[in-house]
């Protein structure tokens, strides 16, 4: 090992202590590996050493491969051969866990003779994540250690399972009492010398059965939960090819599936989407801006919104004063708080004792403004009307100390017009929660015209301490996420127009793997919420404008959506989820017949077309507007707050992939027969005519 390795070697009374330290998440990095092959040949001629704990500094063992040499050509050692040799060694050699260990950083683990975890250790393999399997033998020595059917359902998935289920599968052999994962490892050993254990290898035991009928269940279970996507089905059949194989000769049809997966759209689609969630979260204002403390925050409005708000804050570590109009509604939203943190609970994300003391000691609400007046943050989450922000934070401004961080959670408005009613815009700035907020990860943070830079850096690292992803926006109708959605919703209404049904678009829309259509949407939000946004806006409405008369006629009838039972669907006992509804081509042919349309027939491959199209020329025209700071950006959004298919990468960079001249043109067909809505993105054309790509548009600090 080199003077500067990240690997350490030292043998202290017969056994060796090998000890990666790569902060922060000791990644596998070429140095590590490097290292660890040079201490299993130190091992190996080591006399005083008759037995080896692997094991990591800081905060996690192994927790995967190293992100910075993503898109680089491999370097030597390749981490298959450094776990062989690890596996080959003749002295037993202890893994030590702790931590998030992952990916590479379990096959590792696997390789080891013997397996220890400190309790609250989570493990996985996630590759498939990323569009790609397990390449350094996860595929073929995870089911010789917990059985064939627990590693599809680890492997195809990428979930991660704790320390005591990692014990009751086999995965671990032992789940230690304290948290030093050194010591954890050293009684380990000592215990496996006492009985004389040597190495117990993983590639040496037989290959389980195989059950033609479980892999075929399996099959259709992962067919459908990654509709879409090539790596799970892909990573089934390596797991159920190679167990029928010696085990060489899985290894190396694993490296195989590895590689052809590593040339897919699908991968580099979904490394795209890894890296664009980091560049998001980096903050583009001058190095030095500080983020303003906050440890208290406030929220006005206890709706569903404001409690979401408030359940995630609590979680979070945050002290929250919620502000109601009366003691009635204060109390109903506390009620509502604690049935999420119930739920959190229930499901594993929360211990009860913690939830129990959030609501006792960390949450107040009232109905009253001048509890505020010591919060570090307030964030108003009122109803979407602009006289009525604006009256809100008049008052703030009012109640709140000097300093106070005064955020409104508005979709729509204009945030300038907001600050504007205050006395202090630079302490102003937009954050736009996406629902429900106790779960949705997106946190659009939007910057006003005077919002100050640590204001700005304070947005960011609130979205950072709740666990949001936060994605910078400037201020127009919308943002980033509503004004695009405007822009393919409308799209996919001119399609109904001109004769499709909604039902047929949703289908379209499901095929291309979102998870619902923009009608089943509608329904699910409340189609009362685009009718308030089309009111807000009819004055100002260009006369070219189709308007979707049809989703103006559902809300006037009283049809909302689920939440009365009727929208574009119907939702009974029948069908929870909602059945088409028979009456709607009726209705859709009257209003046809009034503005004088002919319907003409629509393939689902058109529907996609004109809603991609929309979708990535109101993308271009935010990009080149500075509303966002980069291509990335707009994806990140999109595949957080809107259900974009992972696997696409987000509809910039599935531009990208397409070609901007095939999008280009689709769009001069379509402003052949509607040239006001079809108005090309002036980037985009020159784009598309350049060669160039929406991802070269970036103006960011990462821009070149």
């Known amino acids: 090992m ?23 998440v000791n990644a596998l990095s070429a140095a590590v590996r490097r290292g660890l092959a040079e201490a299993m040949d130190r091992l190996a001629n080591d006399a005083d050493a008759q037995a080896a704990v692997l094991f990591c500094a800081g905060r996690t063992f192994i927790a995967g491969a190293d992100i910075s040499e993503f898109g680089k050509p491999p370097v030597a050692p390749f981490l298959p051969e450094v ?72 492997i195809t998935s990428g979930r991660q399972i704790g320390a005591q289920q990692a014990l009751d599968l086999g995965l671990i052999d032992a789940l230690a009492q304290g948290t030093d994962p050194r010591a954890a490892g ?133 002290d929250v004063t919620l502000v109601e109009r009366d003691e009635a509604a204060a109390a109903k939203a506390t009620g509502g708080i604690r049935a999420m943190l119930d739920g959190a609970v229930k499901r594993g994300k929360l211990d009860r004792t913690a939830a129990d003391r959030m609501l006792d000691q960390a949450l107040r609400a009232v109905a009253g403004y001048d509890a505020l007046a010591n ?20 008052t703030l401004d009012r109640v709140c100390r000097p300093g106070a961080v005064l955020a409104t959670n508005t979709s729509y408005l204009d945030v300038n017009l907001i600050a504007g009613a205050t006395t202090r815009p630079q302490d102003v700035i937009g954050l736009h929660f996406f629902s429900p907020a106790n779960v949705m990860r997106l946190l659009e943070i939007v910057v006003a015209d005077k919002t100050a830079p640590d204001v700005t850096a304070t947005a960011f690292a ?54 619902m259509g923009p009608y089943q949407v509608g329904d699910l939000a409340g189609l009362d919420i685009g009718h308030a ?24 009838s009283g049809r909302l959506g689920r939440k009365t039972g009727r929208g ?26 009034d503005l004088g349309i002919t319907p003409r027939p629509f393939e689902a491959e058109e529907i996609q077309s004109r809603y991609m199209a929309a979708m990535v020329n109101e993308g271009a025209k935010i990009l080149d507007e500075g509303i966002a700071a980069r291509a990335s950006d707009i994806d990140v959004v999109l595949l957080h707050g809107y259900g974009f298919p992972r696997w696409k990468g987000g509809p910039m960079h599935w531009a990208d992939a397409q070609g901007l001249d095939r999008i280009a043109a689709d769009i001069a067909r379509y402003a052949e027969d509607d040239p006001y809505f ?11 005519a350049e060669g160039g790509t929406l991802a070269d548009v970036n103006t960011g600090k990462d821009a070149s």
């Open 533 to 556: 946004t089309r009111q807000r806006k009819a004055p100002t409405r260009d006369p070219r404008e189709r308007v979707p008369v049809f989703a103006d006629r559902l809300v006037e």
């Open 2 to 24: 080199t003077e500067h390795s990240p690997v350490t070697y030292r043998c202290e009374g017969g056994i060796a202590f090998i000890e990666i330290d790569n902060p922060p």
């Open 678 to 688: 079809w108005q090309i993105s002036p980037l985009l054309a020159r784009l598309a």
């Open 568 to 593: 574009y669907y119907i939702y009974d006992e029948g069908s929870p989820q909602g059945r088409p509804d028979p009456d709607m081509d009726d209705m859709l042919s009257g209003i046809r017949s």
């Open 186 to 318: 050293e009684a380990e050993a000592r215990r496996l010398l006492a009985e004389g254990s040597g190495p117990r290898r993983l590639s040496e035991t037989p290959a389980p059965a195989v059950d033609p009928d479980m892999v075929q269940a399996w099959r259709a279970k992962v067919a459908k939960s990654a509709r879409g996507q090539v790596a799970p089905l892909r990573a089934l059949d390596t797991i159920v090819a190679g167990l029928d194989l010696s085990f060489a000769k899985g290894m190396a049809q694993e490296r195989q599936a590895f590689m052809d997966l590593m040339q897919t759209p699908e991968r580099a689609a979904l490394i795209h989407a890894f890296f664009a969630e980091r560049r998001a979260a980096q903050q583009d204002d001058p190095a030095g801006v500080k983020a303003r403390p906050v440890a208290r925050i406030g929220i006005i409005g206890g709706g569903t919104m404001g409690q979401g708000i408030a359940a995630s804050a609590l979680t979070a570590g945050l």
């Open 83 to 154: 776990i062989a040799a690890i596996e080959a060694s003749g002295k037993p050699v202890v893994a030590a866990l702790h931590g998030t260990v992952l990916g590479g950083g379990l096959e590792v683990a696997l390789g080891a003779h013997h397996r220890v975890a400190v309790p609250g250790t989570r493990m996985g393999l996630p590759e498939v994540t990323l569009g790609l399997l397990p390449g350094a033998g996860g595929t073929q020595r995870l089911p010789r250690a917990v059985g064939v059917t627990d590693a599809i359902d680890l």
């Open 462 to 515: 609130l979205a950072k301490k709740m666990g949001k992803i936060g994605v910078r926006s400037g201020v127009c109708d919308g943002f980033i996420g509503n004004r695009m959605l405007l822009a393919y919703r409308t799209a996919a209404d001119h399609v109904v127009l001109d004769g499709a049904s909604p039902y047929q678009v949703d289908r379209a829309v499901v095929d291309l793997g979102f998870p």
């Open 375 to 394: 919060v570090d943050l307030v964030i108003e989450a009122v109803f979407e009307n602009l006289d009525v922000k604006q009256e809100v934070f008049r």
